[in-house]
């Protein structure tokens, strides 16, 4: 090679190397790395929305409808042991990352459920006759947004199935 000139991308015949190759190969790291990433973080995510759906449950106690309180809470329980199942079939299945796509996609799943759950209880969990608790229920679905954005944005369709 000339000094100064650049290297062929020309790959040889039968070959299958080259910059497209490339690009794709990176790309594919890049998503198993940010999937990785994602379950890597759930548990420590799945034990705070447990713990966040209790402390709102029991501030909650006595002023919102009890059957549409713990009915509530029954699905952020019952959607958060689905969520570790989930983790736990993929941790399973690390030697195989063939599949890295699906795995995205069911966490996607699971998130925008999970969105659907957290935004239910602005609606569910309102006391219309206390300003403040009103309030706190606000700030509790801020809180959850603002952690996903902290723990789901390594995959950005998990965090917009969550907030949207």
């Known amino acids: ?13 039968g070959s299958h190397s080259g910059p497209e190759d490339a690009r794709s190969s990176l790309s594919r790291r890049s998503r198993i ?8 973080q759930a ?3 799945f034990l ?3 713990v966040a759906a209790g402390i709102a449950c029991l501030v909650l106690m006595g002023r919102v409808e009890p059957n549409l309180l713990w009915g509530w809470f029954g699905a952020v329980v019952a959607l958060t042991a689905s969520r570790f199942q989930l983790l736990f079939r993929y941790r399973a299945s690390r030697l195989d990352r063939a599949d890295i796509s699906k795995w995205g996609h069911l ?3 699971s998130s925008a459920l999970g969105g659907v759950i957290w935004g239910t209880a602005a609606h569910l969990l309102m006391p219309i006759d206390s300003l403040a608790l009103q309030a706190f229920v ?3 679905l801020a809180g959850m947004m603002a952690g ?4 789901m944005t390594v995959y950005l369709p998990a965090y917009a199935a969550f907030v949207l």
Request: proline share 11%.
């Open 138 to 140: 606000y700030i509790m």
């Open 148 to 151: 996903a954005s902290l723990s």
């Open 33 to 40: 790395e940010q999937i990785d990433t994602l379950y890597g």
């Open 1 to 13: 090679m000339n000094p100064g000139s650049q290297p062929s991308t020309t790959a040889l015949p």
């Open 48 to 50: 705070v929305t447990l």
């Open 43 to 45: 548990p420590g995510n």
């Open 107 to 109: 966490y996607v799943v």
